[in-house]
């Protein structure tokens, strides 16, 4: 069950774009950005730069042969700013040296003049002056001005999340060099392959047939590199066509703080409604999403926002609103969760209200109102096989929450300076890309005639282990040793037009693709192995443990031996499969359909204890029972779990990002941005594995994991406040 990437990452082993031996001659780029948060360009001054020992020279908009425009879904977003800057951090030019410090030196020589403009970088301000990205999204369900008169109860808030920086530990970087024929080769740290070679192809004006993105792995990139890699390795790629040799731009870690996108902070305002019971009947939410200065994903962002506002409750009157608010600050972008955690945290918000208003736990209102089989979602979806009940009675039984309450209870009234807290999140996440089209991947499969199989999917390992999963998966469908099977780099020459590895959806796709290219090619060989055996048909004959078995006898053809007959045989020994997923659909003008392959359930406890005196806290535990299906690999699972709910309690409790009031970022280093680190960890986090999940949506019956445990973090913070309380 052993990743092979961890023995690679220890040993320092594993290449990340700026460890791949480059080519003699590459040059390095350094971004020089507008430094101030909206205004015009008056004049820039490259002269003196120029001159600066070992530069190479400069690139800016007016040396880009296609469109200046790397927005993937609004065109909104230039490569390089021409008139107008509209955040600190606006790439206006890449300067390209023999080294790196050089380039940084000389960019210190530009002079660009500014004309200031207003600035904006509150999301209700901008909404109320009109500025949106795209139009307000709402999702419907029932009445809720019907259902107002019905409730014993109702309650307003306002919700303020903050947002988060990635900290991948690799920073965006890429490798660009030309190739024959006036193309360019790409390596990149990007989450879409495709993303960097479709937008290259837009801004260097060529087809995309010339443009070869490979990636071998992430050192992480948690959404941050599923839009955000792009700018960096095209900026490259201009400059390797420009200057005709190799470039290579690899971010420093401030300037990777200062100038790539971030989860999106939101305001929030709703307005729940219960019965005496402590059924919720209504629920009003309207969410002001602060994007930044370009739409990047925020209008994806914006509805997996609207998709996870109930959470894992059914309520029968629902009206969502969704603003996506133009601010002049970097475009936000994908996070771990991709808006789900935002929409979740304000109706557990609404919850917390309602309960400390009632006197009574937020865990009896979560309780009563958790979801059923059937249930609609706002968005038209129904449950199918919804364990979030199964999940929460797991808690019950497995960590006595009502015990858990009296032993609080009870230390709380013998301490007065020290607090204890507790709270239960239960977390329903869709799984699918919202955007149906994206839910595609292919595989292609070689087998060698030394019995060596290599497989190129659209899968991007960054950590998550998706690698490891598609060996499993591969050699489980081929019945032979996962030794013989390499997951090759992800290249777009190999595997086309794919989607980003993202949405959790990573082993879903491509381990389907994975399996159809196997089964194509045991088809193949089966009639190879009945050739060989004189039989008329292949119905009887197995690929099992390396071996060819007909009518349950092993034959004396061993996987290799087949291999090789089928090779003189002149049978192709590759195969390509592609991957959708059935059934999905939504219509975005009714915002009704089905637009996820299933759910991924959970529900988890988690304890605090709070010094009142010096303002400081632990986390105790956090336990969890979650459906991950049919593991495939249940320490990669795990992992992903356990680092899932570390960056959730990060985001909730001690990530802050903080702008001056010029919107430049003052947290932009580790010295004032702070993440949890081995102290900050809960003490003790038990990860139960719901039993008997088999989910027929995955492949090999798993379930997707890669987002869903972020949000165990959300009850960390109401912990918290339990705790004060
Ligand atoms: N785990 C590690 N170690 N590094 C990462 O960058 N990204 C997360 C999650 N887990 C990430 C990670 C995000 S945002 C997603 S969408 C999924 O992994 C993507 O991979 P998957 O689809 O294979 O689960
Ligand atoms: N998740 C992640 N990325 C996406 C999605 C999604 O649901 N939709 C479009 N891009
Ligand atoms: Mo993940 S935010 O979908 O890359």
């Not at 956090?622 to 699972?637: L, M, Q, S």
């Amino acid at each position: 069950m052993r990743n092979v990437d961890s023995t690679r990452h220890v040993r320092g082993e594993s290449l990340f774009v700026d460890d791949i031996v480059s080519p003699q001659g590459t040059l390095y780029g350094y971004v020089y950005y507008s430094s101030i948060a909206h205004g015009k360009i008056l004049s820039i001054d490259f002269e003196e730069a120029l001159h600066v020992h070992g530069v190479k020279g400069i690139i800016s908009a007016k040396d880009i042969p296609g469109e200046n425009q790397i927005g993937g879904i609004v065109q909104d977003e230039d490569l390089f700013a021409e008139e107008f800057v509209h955040f600190i951090g606006h790439p206006i030019a890449l300067v390209i040296a023999e080294s790196f410090l050089q380039a940084h030196d000389a960019a210190k020589k530009i002079k660009c003049v500014f004309e200031k403009l207003p600035a904006v970088f509150d999301p209700r301000e901008a909404a109320e002056k009109g500025e949106l990205i795209i139009p307000q999204r709402i999702f419907e369900l029932g009445n809720i001005n019907k259902a107002w008169k019905k409730c014993d109860y109702i309650f307003e808030g306002t919700v303020e999340n903050g947002g988060q920086e990635h900290l991948y530990l690799e920073t965006q970087g890429s490798l660009a060099f030309p190739i024959e024929g006036g193309g360019i080769k790409i390596i990149s740290s990007t989450q879409g392959p495709t993303t960097v070679q479709r937008t290259a192809a837009r801004v260097l004006d060529l087809p995309m047939h010339k443009i070869e993105v490979d990636v071998t792995r992430l050192g992480g990139g948690f959404g941050g590199k599923e839009d955000q890699a792009t700018a960096w390795a095209i900026m490259a790629a201009l400059a390797a066509l420009k200057l005709n040799k190799p470039v290579k731009i690899i971010l420093p870690r401030q300037e990777d703080i200062r100038i790539t996108g971030k989860r999106h902070p939101y305001s929030s305002d709703f307005k729940i409604g219960l019965t005496k019971n402590g059924k919720i009947l209504a629920y009003d939410v309207t969410f002001y999403q602060n994007a930044g200065a370009a739409a990047d994903l925020s209008p994806a962002i914006l509805d997996r926002t609207l998709f996870h506002c109930t959470n894992s409750y059914f309520i029968p009157n629902v009206k969502a609103t969704a603003l996506s608010c133009k601010t002049n600050l970097t475009p936000f972008t994908a996070f771990r969760g991709f808006g789900g955690p935002q929409g979740m945290f304000v109706i557990e918000s609404a919850i917390y209200k309602a309960a400390k208003e009632l006197g009574i736990d937020p865990s009896e209102i979560q309780k009563i109102n958790l979801l059923k089989e059937g249930n609609e979602f706002p968005y038209g979806q129904k449950t199918l096989n919804c364990n979030i009940k199964k999940c929460f009675a797991g808690v019950e039984e497995k960590y006595k929450p009502e015990e858990v309450f009296d032993r609080i209870r009870e230390f709380n009234s013998k301490n007065k300076l020290v607090k204890k807290g507790a709270a239960i999140m239960p977390v329903t996440f869709g799984i699918s890309f919202t955007t149906t089209f994206l839910n595609q991947a292919s595989a292609l499969l070689h087998i060698y005639t030394d019995g060596s199989v290599s497989i190129s999917s659209a899968a991007i390992e960054m950590g998550q282990g998706v690698n490891e999963k598609l060996r499993i998966i591969a050699a489980n469908e081929l019945s032979i040793n996962i030794e013989r099977i390499r997951i090759d780099s992800t290249n777009t020459s190999r595997v086309s037009n794919t989607s980003a590895t993202a949405a959790s959806k990573g082993t879903d796709l491509n381990g389907f693709a994975v399996i159809d290219a196997c089964k194509i090619l045991i088809e193949r060989l089966k009639k190879v192995a009945a050739d060989e055996l004189k039989l008329y048909k292949t119905s009887r004959i197995v690929l099992k443990n390396e071996m060819v078995f007909y009518k349950n006898d092993k034959t004396d053809l061993t996987f290799t031996k087949l291999v090789n007959i089928a090779y003189q045989k002149r049978i192709s020994l590759t195969a390509q499969a592609h991957h959708s997923t059935p059934n999905i659909y939504f219509n975005k003008k009714t915002n009704k359909g089905e637009p996820f392959a299933y759910h991924s359930y959970g529900v988890g406890i988690m304890e605090v204890t709070l010094d009142c005196l010096r303002g400081i806290y632990e986390v105790d535990s956090v336990k969890v029972v979650h459906d991950f299906g049919d593991t495939i690999n249940k320490t990669i699972d795990l992992g992903q779990a356990e680092g899932g709910i570390v960056q959730g309690i990060g985001w909730m409790t001690m990530e802050e990002l903080k702008w001056n009031s010029e919107g430049k970022l003052l947290t932009d280093a580790l010295s004032t941005y702070k993440i949890p680190d081995i102290h900050a960890v809960p003490k003790e986090m038990k990860i139960h594995f719901l039993e008997n999940v088999s989910n027929p949506f995955g492949p090999n019956n798993s379930k997707a994991i890669g987002e869903p445990p972020l949000m165990y973090g959300i009850g960390v913070y109401f912990a918290l406040m339990n705790a004060m309380r």
